[in-house]
């Protein structure tokens, strides 16, 4: 029997996101231009993502956005990070791959020009992950 097992863990099993968070994303991706935009995720216990956390410490660079992991709060409502791309192309970088390796289980990229369209999920392997956006 593994130690922990995930797969009753709820943040393994994130199937949405609330639109108005996703909304508040793109604005956020948008306005912190030529920088990236860079916050954890939070999801209730249904599996949706409804909130978003900043990070204190969290330095916006034009090239990448480093997470201060461990400024992170012990909050187990956070399943992932979130951060933006001034690129047209959302897929992950070496080093957002290995982020998503080390830490969390969901992770969102965004890219320009920031639409409700623009972004894409993926899982700790770096394998897209499908999100419903709900009201
Ligand atoms: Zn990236």
């Known amino acids: ?4 097992d995930f797969s009753k863990d709820p943040r393994a099993n994130v199937k949405g996101i609330r639109r108005r968070v996703l909304k508040m994303i793109m604005e956020a991706s948008k ?4 920088n990236e935009f ?11 993502i409804h909130e978003l956390m ?7 660079g034009e090239s990448s956005a480093i997470f201060k992991l461990h400024m992170l709060p012990i909050d ?9 791309h001034p690129s047209d192309s959302s897929r992950p970088s ?3 791959l290995d982020l998503f390796r080390r830490y969390g289980w969901l992770h969102i990229i965004t890219h ?3 639409d409700m369209d623009c972004w894409s999920c993926y ?3 770096g394998e897209p992950h499908h999100l419903e956006v709900l009201d």
């Open 1 to 4: 029997m593994p130690l922990f």
């Open 31 to 34: 306005s912190t231009l030529p």
């Open 38 to 48: 860079a916050a954890m995720m939070k999801s209730n216990d249904k599996g949706v």
């Open 54 to 60: 900043l990070l204190p410490g969290t330095e916006a």
């Open 76 to 84: 187990f409502s956070v399943v992932g990070t979130v951060h933006s």
């Open 94 to 96: 070496g080093a957002d």
């Open 112 to 114: 320009y020009p920031f």
């Open 123 to 125: 899982d700790g392997r």
